[in-house]
C-alpha cells in the first residue's frame, strides 16, 4: 500500500525559531509534492507544492524534495504563533499534470508558543 | 465562484438516514476530488472525477455511498441508510492541473 508517514508531534517551537516538518513516502515514482496547513476545525490550505529535487522558497516557508530518499520536509522561519496548526504532506503518485488522487499524512501538530 | 463551495456545512443525521452532501468546485476546474477525514487523521480518498466521467471510485467504503457529476460542475456525495462510522468531516477539493484546493468541509455526524 502506498503511504506518506510523517512524525503527529506535537511539535512545539518558541516564537522567532525555525520549525522542521518532515514526510516520507514509498512510492519511488511519485513527481508532485504538497504541504497543506490545517487550523483546528478548518479545511486544509495549499501553501506550497514542490517538483524537483532541491529547495523552494516561498515567504518564510522553504520545501525541500530528495527523490533519492524518498523524503520531503516544510522549513518554516521566523515562526509566529499563527502558524499554529497541523501541517498535512501530500504526495500525487501519478505522472505529473495526471490530476491524480492525493495520499496524505496523518499530520504534524505545530505549536509556536510567545 | 472564488473557491469550494460546500454546503451544508453540519449535517446531524439518524441511523439509517440518508443525506446528500454537495460540493461547487471552482469555476473552470475539470477535477473534482471527495476526501473523508476522520478526527485527528489526514484527508482519505474517496473518488475522483474529470469533467462528468467518474474515473476512480476505489475510496468509497461501501456500496453506500455513491457520488455523481452529471454535468461536469457540482457533485453530489451521497450516503444511504448511515451508520456511526460514517461520521467524519466530508471534503470535496477541484483542481485544473497538479494543485488541489478544498472547500470547507461537511461535517457529518450520525447519531
Known amino acids: 500500500q502506498k503511504e506518506v508517514e510523517q512524525n503527529s508531534g506535537p511539535l512545539s517551537v518558541p516564537e522567532g525559531a525555525i520549525a522542521s516538518l518532515n514526510c516520507t513516502y514509498s512510492?519511488?515514482?511519485?513527481?508532485?509534492f504538497f504541504w497543506y496547513r490545517q487550523y483546528s476545525g478548518k479545511s486544509p490550505e495549499l501553501i506550497m507544492s514542490?517538483?524537483?529535487?532541491g529547495d523552494k522558497e516561498d515567504g518564510r516557508f522553504t520545501a525541500q524534495l530528495n527523490k533519492a530518499s524518498q523524503y520531503v520536509s516544510l522549513l518554516i522561519r521566523d515562526s509566529q504563533p499563527s502558524d499554529s496548526a497541523t501541517y498535512l504532506c501530500?504526495?500525487?503518485?501519478?505522472?505529473?499534470?495526471?490530476?491524480?488522487?492525493?495520499?496524505f499524512g496523518k499530520g504534524t501538530l505545530l505549536t509556536v508558543n510567545p | 465562484g472564488a473557491g469550494v463551495s460546500q454546503s451544508p456545512r453540519y449535517k446531524v443525521a439518524k441511523r439509517g438516514q440518508d443525506v446528500a452532501l454537495r460540493c461547487d468546485p471552482i469555476?473552470?476546474?475539470?477535477?473534482l476530488f471527495w476526501y473523508q477525514q476522520a478526527l485527528g487523521q489526514g484527508p482519505e480518498f474517496l473518488t475522483y472525477?474529470?469533467?462528468?466521467?467518474?474515473?476512480?471510485k476505489s475510496g468509497l467504503p461501501s456500496d453506500r455511498f455513491f457520488a455523481e457529476r452529471p454535468e461536469g460542475s457540482v457533485s453530489t456525495l451521497k450516503i444511504q441508510r448511515t451508520q456511526q462510522e460514517d461520521s467524519a468531516v466530508y471534503l470535496c477539493?477541484?483542481?485544473?492541473?497538479?494543485?488541489?484546493?478544498f472547500g470547507q468541509g461537511t461535517r457529518l455526524t450520525v447519531v
Open positions: 477539493a477541484s483542481s485544473l492541473s497538479d494543485e488541489a484546493f
Open positions: 512510492d519511488r515514482g511519485s513527481q508532485s
Open positions: 514542490i517538483y524537483s529535487n
Open positions: 501530500a504526495v500525487n503518485m501519478g505522472a505529473r499534470g495526471s490530476n491524480y488522487k492525493l495520499t
Open positions: 469555476s473552470g476546474h475539470v477535477s
Open positions: 472525477f474529470q469533467n462528468e466521467a467518474q474515473l476512480d
